[in-house]
């Protein structure tokens, strides 16, 4: 056994390549590559440059920040300068005052008292009010006021309360308390109305009441310190904003600084911000992009290879914009994409697929405003301008389109934030530069997409329509009867697939190639038959059949040769489903020779149209072979055989999986029967004329 065989043979029994050949596992595998890539791509961009630096060092080259960053060291610095800058807060005691106050009038009051003692001596008085006072003041002046007049003392007592009071309504802080006794006692000391030994009893009266009543309210100054620290801002460090000139000493505050900003090399801190924050907007826009598809088209979650191509595209844009960056931002050639999807895919897609773009793209230069209403203007314009292209060189036209678009966004938005008029028109002129590259880019890579990933596009579908194609030149040399079939059968389903609403391009290409394999056995085939003389009469109706079905199987390994796309290929396939081939089964069930006739012999392969348009195909493919086979093309005919034909195709279940609906079979026939009228009209019938008559009055006229 041959080596290779082996191999391969164990190669598909593998395990792993049977689990890698299932549709979710490749689907999960683009979708990791996509978040992979992204992801890379960002960190690759947004990872700021290292440098090896300490502190004491010259800086080598200026440093900008890579990122926002707060200035942690400098706004703790700030708030703690405000909270110094608050001044303290006090409140004064008012119940002191009035205590100081009843002391005093306490102590006039007992001194009073014990003057007017009738029964008590002198010396008894003066020991009294020494050991006894309220204040427990000793001083040897008692001797000497002891006798003093009522008035005097209530004169005293006034003066002392007055004094007092003024002082402690201002409020007295425990600090300042020796400084206001002093104060008092120099005021007393130059009063003039009291004795020597009156001012000593003042002054130790004011020395033993007075007391601190303002104090420190560490609730309301911690609330004034807050509400000064709140008011101090951050300290921003804003992206691309220099943090350290080239030659600046490198102090410990910058040391710090260049840390938190992930710009040391010794300092192998991962930036944990930045990877969640890349791949959170990763991993939401591959979201994004996989419910769209499965709401909107979930057809397209089975083109594993359709899957791969959008991941192509959007990764090739990312890596072009970064590239083209380091020009200008405004030359990223967005639309492109945008245009190429649009084309390739659908042009829903498309938008959404330009906004993800934008995203990203704005993500990496910064998040220019001017740029991203570019990007998303631009981008929709470029979707709608090659909508249902069909020549090449619209697009040129929509680049065009894309350029203009640019420019007035640019100069819009430009004007509103800047009033620098010179830099708004250099943008404009890249801009209006970036509309051409789109066109360029798209025109450029728009086969290369079409044939690596066998798409049909509308611009394909055109050139496979062209009767210079290799396969319709051979039709049209080989199978000429087949060729003028083929081309009615086109209109006919142009017609009706548009009628619809359909893809009415695909139909009428579809319909140029659905009989290609009859160019194997042409003469078989009777529209290719020149005389009456038929092959057919000559052998057996099995074999008949098989050469008549046969064309099916020659045209998918023509069109295969050709490399022609798998949609085209499916018309070729479907266009007679699994029918009978009634003519030949029924000659061979009356024929002497065949007794016993299987069936399955006389059918077709299949598939089943699966589609509208292949389905529309298979009917205007059964109805242009039936009308052209008629005697007579009156109306009522056309109609009565259109009507049976598709009655037929739907009795045996050949439409069943192409989702068409008795509406639109309806609208099919009625579409068909207008253009089959309009194509086996009746003609007037001209009147024979005698040829020398009509010269010799021509010659009369001519001489008159």
């Known amino acids: 056994m041959n080596i290779r065989a082996v191999f391969k043979d164990k190669l598909s029994n593998n395990y792993i390549t049977k689990w890698l050949s299932k549709a979710y596992v490749?689907?999960?595998?683009?979708?990791?590559?996509?978040?992979?890539?992204?992801?890379?791509?960002?960190?690759?961009?947004?990872?700021?440059?290292?440098?090896?630096?300490?502190?004491?060092?010259?800086?080598?080259?200026?440093?900008?920040?890579?990122?926002?960053?707060?200035?942690?060291?400098?706004?703790?610095?700030?708030?703690?300068?405000?909270?110094?800058?608050?001044?303290?807060?006090?409140?004064?005691?008012?119940?002191?005052?009035?205590?100081?106050?009843?002391?005093?009038?306490?102590?006039?009051?007992?001194?009073?008292?014990?003057?007017?003692?009738?029964?008590?001596?002198?010396?008894?008085?003066?020991?009294?009010?020494?050991?006894?006072?309220?204040?427990?003041?000793?001083?040897?002046?008692?001797?000497?006021?002891?006798?003093?007049?009522?008035?005097?003392?209530?004169?005293?007592?006034?003066?002392?309360?007055?004094?007092?009071?003024?002082?402690?309504?201002?409020?007295?802080?425990?600090?300042?308390?020796?400084?206001?006794?002093?104060?008092?006692?120099?005021?007393?000391?130059?009063?003039?109305?009291?004795?020597?030994?009156?001012?000593?009893?003042?002054?130790?009266?004011?020395?033993?009441?007075?007391?601190?009543?303002?104090?420190?309210?560490?609730?309301?100054?911690?609330?004034?310190?807050?509400?000064?620290?709140?008011?101090?801002?951050?300290?921003?460090?804003?992206?691309?904003?220099?943090?350290?000139?080239?030659?600046?000493?490198?102090?410990?505050?910058?040391?710090?600084?260049?840390?938190?900003?992930?710009?040391?090399?010794?300092?192998?801190k991962i930036d944990l911000m930045l990877y969640l924050g890349v791949m959170a907007i990763s991993i939401i826009l591959l979201l994004l992009i996989i419910a769209y598809i499965y709401v909107f088209n979930k057809s397209l979650l089975e083109r594993v290879d359709l899957l791969i191509m959008i991941t192509i595209i959007f990764i090739s844009t990312l890596l072009i914009a970064e590239a083209i960056s380091t020009i200008s931002i405004y030359l990223i050639p967005l639309g492109a994409s945008a245009m190429l999807l649009s084309i390739l895919i659908e042009p829903r897609l498309a938008l959404l697929i330009n906004i993800c773009l934008t995203i990203l793209i704005g993500i990496l230069i910064g998040n220019d405003i001017i740029f991203i209403s570019m990007a998303i203007v631009g981008g929709t314009a470029g979707v709608f301008s090659v909508l249902n292209t069909q020549q090449r060189s619209y697009i040129i036209i929509s680049g065009l389109a894309i350029s203009i678009v640019n420019i007035i966004t640019i100069i819009g938005i430009g004007f509103i934030y800047s009033h620098e008029v010179s830099k708004v028109l250099t943008f404009g002129m890249y801009s209006f530069i970036n509309g051409i590259l789109c066109a360029i880019l798209t025109i450029g890579t728009l086969p290369l997409w079409e044939n690596l990933f066998n798409i049909v596009t509308p611009l394909k579908l055109l050139e496979l329509s062209n009767p210079n194609h290799p396969l319709l030149k051979k039709l049209l040399i080989e199978a000429p009867g087949t060729y003028h079939h083929s081309i009615i059968v086109g209109n006919l389903s142009e017609s009706a697939t548009n009628a619809l609403g359909g893809n009415a391009l695909l139909a009428r290409v579809g319909s140029f190639y659905h009989d290609i394999g009859k160019t194997k056995r042409p003469y078989f085939f009777k529209e290719n038959q020149l005389t009456s003389e038929n092959p057919h009469d000559k052998i057996n109706p099995a074999l008949s059949s098989l050469i008549i079905t046969s064309h099916v199987k020659d045209g998918v390994e023509l069109a295969k040769k050709y490399k022609l796309p798998k949609e085209i290929i499916d018309f070729i396939a479907q266009h007679h489903g699994d029918t009978l081939v009634a003519y030949f089964y029924h000659k061979a069930k009356t024929s002497e020779e065949d007794i016993r006739i299987e069936e399955h012999r006389f059918r077709y392969n299949g598939p089943r149209p699966n589609k509208k348009e292949t389905a529309i195909v298979m009917l205007a493919d059964s109805v242009e072979a039936a009308v052209r086979s008629l005697s007579s093309h009156s109306k009522e005919k056309i109609e009565t055989l259109i009507t049976k034909i598709i009655n037929e195709k739907q009795e045996a279940g050949q439409l069943d999986e192409s989702d068409l609906t008795l509406k639109e079979i309806s609208i099919i026939k009625e579409t068909f029967i207008k253009v089959i009228l309009g194509i086996f009209h009746e003609r007037i019938e001209y009147p024979e004329l005698d040829i020398k008559e009509l010269k010799g009055k021509k010659a009369y006229e001519s001489r008159n």
């Open 26 to 268: 490749k689907q999960l595998l683009v979708a990791m590559f996509f978040f992979v890539s992204v992801v890379g791509i960002l960190l690759y961009n947004l990872m700021p440059d290292k440098y090896d630096l300490d502190i004491g060092q010259n800086s080598p080259v200026d440093i900008y920040a890579p990122k926002d960053i707060e200035n942690r060291w400098e706004t703790e610095r700030l708030k703690a300068e405000a909270a110094e800058s608050v001044d303290l807060i006090y409140t004064v005691n008012l119940g002191i005052h009035g205590e100081v106050k009843s002391d005093i009038e306490e102590f006039f009051n007992f001194f009073i008292k014990v003057q007017e003692d009738e029964d008590l001596e002198y010396e008894e008085k003066v020991e009294l009010l020494i050991n006894e006072n309220p204040l427990g003041l000793q001083g040897e002046y008692f001797q000497d006021i002891v006798n003093v007049e009522k008035e005097r003392l209530s004169y005293l007592q006034d003066y002392i309360t007055e004094i007092t009071a003024q002082r402690m309504n201002d409020g007295i802080k425990v600090e300042d308390i020796d400084y206001q006794k002093s104060v008092i006692n120099e005021y007393i000391s130059t009063f003039d109305d009291f004795d020597q030994e009156l001012k000593y009893l003042a002054y130790d009266i004011v020395n033993t009441t007075i007391r601190p009543n303002q104090f420190l309210d560490l609730e309301i100054t911690q609330q004034y310190k807050e509400e000064a620290i709140q008011n101090i801002d951050r300290v921003m460090i804003r992206k691309d904003e220099l943090v350290i000139r080239e030659g600046e000493v490198i102090t410990f505050e910058k040391y710090r600084l260049l840390g938190e900003l992930g710009v040391l090399e010794e300092d192998g």
